[in-house]
């Protein structure tokens, strides 16, 4: 009995240790397909520099259900109305810096969308995969093709009879950041053929079918990608059609840029249309054909009022308005668009619009013009930033700038003091905001790089401070308008140009009795960041920064520029990694100093990877620590974790006054369709 059961135990561990054997072979054998993939990719992209590609693109559309909220998506309002289906072909000329940097221009269009307007342009980030880069697309999807990216995903290799392998793949966590799919590799050498990607991102599920160059270092980029795609959103569906065609034999001149006309694009075209193409155009042709009165041959069954209300006013209130030049470039952001509402406890609802406008008088000069606007629902208060910038050298960083703006309210405590001492038996001042003050600001300066680690910035600051409450002020017998006139300098180091910390140093003074200024004060202000990428698109942002006033003389108003409230920030991207943000908007000006550190670590798969069905569709997720220290106060600290997905930030935020908790805030941002 006891020599079966030692046999059957010596069998069992037989047959684990071949199990196992087997198991560690097929580990190796994967490993060593990816090994070759990962060597064949180092050892060629050095060579990609400065190469010159022809690429044709071809959209099609078809609009499967809409309804009216298709008109609210950013580029989507040209397909929210009759016809159904629709093309748009493009021409370029892509010129790649290195295999992470190129620029795409657009030299024919042809199409049969209205004014050859572009729809879904995050297909556009399909057009040019790099599938051995960690980022796919432009920052988001991580590539199973690259060493960094394993241990996200599980592998399983079938050797082919053509001397080829494929390679499967699929994520150990679903999330939307990651693919499934398979490559047909090159076995000897680790050269991917061709490729299959499924994936979902952005509310458009795709697949992708991806044919690499044949050698060289065009191997490492597409030959041919087609990418169909399905959106879906509040009842629309529409399926979508992206084919691009690389290495193409046409060479037009560089001054053809983004023309208009299909008898050139049907000179040109690479590869011919299909049976359904040809239909859409045959369609959009006969609805477009001018009878002998000039008149569309098919009659319009639209009234007046609805063609102005759609066509005029509607096409203006939702869609950006832009216009281009061979010199001249203007962009305005939707004038009706929910997607730029922001809410924070501490700072309420707040709305904002950008405008972009560039004049280029040469590739060394051009003059832009970014104003942002916004409007706070809580404070009630517009507001404004407007920035006339002249670039003169931009190899040297060269520019002279004027901005203009009014900034958030501030409070003046010298003004209140001095009311209370000579009213002490009066009004609760603190409740009627007599200390609040609207700011209106201006500065004119210069930058220049003296050298490739060092910029230096000078001009000048001038602030126009206007009393609230102006009425009681006046009752105070108390002045109405503070002003200050303030020559400044800023240094920043770049002692790492772009791979490490930057430090800044700025100085301001203000003078009495120049232009009418009342005020006098010194500010001292120095400041680190850091922003240090991981490979994986995680990132650690560092910050640490002090400033001081050094002189300080009557009715000064304790205003920094490194710490300040931001009633318009820009949402995931901005400075959330950077800011306070549940600190009162008063305690910024109320202490002559401050001493201030905020890290955060971003990542896009960090702890809601776990969470079922919710982890599948969060992009990225931050931890954030915070802390200041101030005068007459504790020391001051925030935690906080936010995550961005396709519909929102948001951010969930505690704040604790010498390690004692003080209250807890929510921020979020809507962050639906801001790549479209």
């Known amino acids: 009995?006891?020599?079966?059961?030692?046999?059957?135990?010596?069998?069992?561990?037989?047959?684990?240790?071949?199990?196992?054997?087997?198991?560690?072979?097929?580990?190796?054998?994967?490993?060593?397909?990816?090994?070759?993939?990962?060597?064949?990719?180092?050892?060629?992209?050095?060579?990609?520099?400065?190469?010159?590609?022809?690429?044709?693109?071809?959209?099609?559309?078809?609009?499967?259900?809409?309804?009216?909220?298709?008109?609210?998506?950013?580029?989507?309002?040209?397909?929210?109305?009759?016809?159904?289906?629709?093309?748009?072909?493009?021409?370029?000329?892509?010129?790649?810096?290195?295999?992470?940097?190129?620029?795409?221009?657009?030299?024919?269009?042809?199409?049969?969308?209205?004014?050859?307007r572009q729809a879904m342009?995050?297909?556009?980030?399909?057009?040019?995969?790099?599938?051995?880069?960690?980022?796919?697309?432009?920052?988001?999807?991580?590539?199973?093709?690259?060493?960094?990216?394993?241990?996200?995903?599980?592998?399983?290799?079938?050797?082919?009879?053509?001397?080829?392998?494929?390679?499967?793949?699929?994520?150990?966590?679903?999330?939307?950041?990651?693919?499934?799919?398979?490559?047909?590799?090159?076995?000897?050498?680790?050269?991917?053929?061709?490729?299959?990607?499924?994936?979902?991102?952005?509310?458009?599920?795709?697949?992708?079918?991806?044919l690499q160059g044949n050698e060289g270092p065009l191997s490492l980029m597409p030959k041919r990608c087609t990418t169909v795609g399905t959106f879906r959103f509040v009842g629309n569906r529409i399926s979508a059609l992206f084919d691009a065609t690389y290495h193409c034999q046409k060479t037009l001149a560089d001054s053809i840029t983004k023309v208009s006309s299909r008898e050139l694009m049907d000179s040109i075209r690479p590869v011919p249309l299909t049976e359904t193409d040809k239909r859409i155009y045959e369609e959009y042709?006969?609805?477009?054909?001018?009878?002998?009165?000039?008149?569309?041959?098919?009659?319009?069954?639209?009234?007046?009022?609805?063609?102005?209300?759609?066509?005029?006013?509607g096409d203006q209130l939702v869609t950006p308005i832009a216009a281009e030049t061979d010199v001249a470039e203007f962009y305005l952001s939707p004038i009706i668009n929910p997607l730029y509402l922001?809410?924070?406890?501490?700072?309420?609802?707040?709305?904002?619009?950008?405008?972009?406008a560039r004049y280029t008088f040469s590739p060394h000069r051009y003059l832009t013009f970014k104003p942002t606007f916004g409007y706070n629902f809580k404070q009630r208060q517009f507001y404004f930033t407007a920035p006339l910038r002249m670039t003169y050298n931009p190899k040297r960083n060269g520019y002279a700038e004027i901005v203009w703006g009014n900034g958030n309210r501030i409070s003046n405590y010298t003004v209140m003091d001095q009311i209370n001492h000579e009213h002490q038996d009066t009004l609760d001042i603190e409740d009627l905001d007599m200390d609040k003050f609207k700011d209106?600001?201006?500065?004119?300066?210069?930058?220049?790089?003296l050298f490739d680690w060092l910029d230096i910035e000078s001009g000048i600051v001038f602030h126009q401070r206007l009393a609230v409450k102006k009425d009681l002020m006046r009752q105070y017998g108390m002045p109405t308008e503070y002003r200050s006139f303030a020559p400044m300098i800023g240094l920043k180091f770049s002692p790492w140009l772009n791979r490490g910390p930057v430090f800044s140093i700025d100085w301001e003074r203000s003078f009495k009795n120049v232009f009418d200024s009342?005020?006098?004060?010194?500010?001292?202000?120095?400041?680190?960041?850091?922003?240090?990428?991981?490979?994986?698109?995680?990132?650690?942002?560092?910050?640490?920064?002090?400033?001081?006033?050094s002189d300080k003389h009557d009715n000064y108003f304790l205003d920094f520029?490194?710490?300040?409230?931001?009633?318009?920030?820009?949402?995931?991207?901005?400075?959330?990694?950077?800011?306070?943000?549940?600190?009162?908007?008063?305690?910024?000006?109320?202490?002559?100093?401050?001493?201030?550190?905020?890290?955060?670590?971003?990542?896009?798969?960090?702890?809601?990877?776990?969470?079922?069905?919710?982890?599948?569709?969060?992009?990225?997720?931050?931890?954030?620590?915070?802390?200041?220290?101030?005068?007459?106060?504790r020391p001051y600290t925030e935690i906080g974790y936010g995550f961005t997905n396709r519909y929102l930030s948001v951010g969930l935020f505690a704040s604790f006054m010498n390690r004692h908790f003080q209250r807890f805030g929510v921020s979020f941002d809507f962050e639906l369709f801001k790549r479209w």
């Open 342 to 356: 922001r809410y924070s406890k501490s700072r309420g609802f707040s709305y904002k619009m950008r405008l972009n």
């Open 121 to 210: 342009p995050t297909l556009l980030d399909y057009m040019t995969p790099n599938i051995y880069d960690i980022d796919l697309y432009d920052g988001h999807i991580l590539s199973p093709f690259n060493r960094i990216n394993r241990h996200y995903y599980r592998y399983k290799q079938k050797h082919l009879n053509d001397g080829t392998t494929r390679l499967d793949f699929r994520p150990k966590l679903y999330n939307t950041q990651l693919l499934n799919g398979y490559a047909i590799v090159e076995t000897e050498t680790g050269r991917i053929i061709r490729t299959v990607l499924n994936g979902e991102f952005d509310m458009i599920t795709f697949r992708t079918e991806i």
């Open 1 to 116: 009995m006891k020599q079966g059961q030692l046999f059957f135990r010596l069998l069992l561990a037989g047959m684990f240790l071949s199990m196992s054997i087997r198991g560690y072979a097929k580990e190796k054998a994967d490993s060593l397909i990816l090994y070759r993939i990962y060597e064949y990719q180092r050892a060629l992209n050095k060579d990609i520099s400065d190469i010159e590609d022809h690429v044709y693109a071809k959209f099609r559309f078809n609009v499967e259900k809409r309804n009216a909220t298709l008109w609210l998506i950013p580029t989507m309002y040209v397909l929210a109305k009759d016809p159904r289906e629709y093309i748009r072909e493009s021409y370029n000329k892509v010129h790649f810096e290195d295999s992470h940097h190129y620029d795409i221009n657009s030299q024919v269009l042809a199409g049969t969308i209205r004014r050859n």
């Open 561 to 633: 520029t490194n710490f300040r409230d931001n009633n318009l920030p820009e949402g995931w991207d901005d400075n959330w990694s950077g800011d306070f943000q549940l600190l009162r908007s008063r305690v910024y000006n109320e202490s002559d100093y401050y001493i201030r550190g905020n890290i955060s670590y971003e990542s896009p798969l960090l702890f809601a990877k776990w969470v079922p069905y919710l982890g599948k569709y969060i992009e990225k997720e931050r931890l954030y620590v915070s802390a200041v220290i101030l005068d007459h106060t």
């Open 440 to 449: 209106n600001h201006l500065q004119v300066f210069n930058n220049i790089m």
């Open 285 to 313: 042709d006969l609805r477009h054909v001018p009878d002998s009165t000039g008149q569309d041959t098919v009659p319009k069954k639209t009234n007046l009022l609805k063609k102005v209300l759609w066509d005029t006013i």
């Open 518 to 549: 009342n005020i006098a004060y010194e500010r001292w202000e120095f400041d680190a960041q850091w922003k240090y990428r991981i490979p994986g698109l995680r990132v650690l942002n560092l910050r640490s920064g002090l400033g001081f006033y």
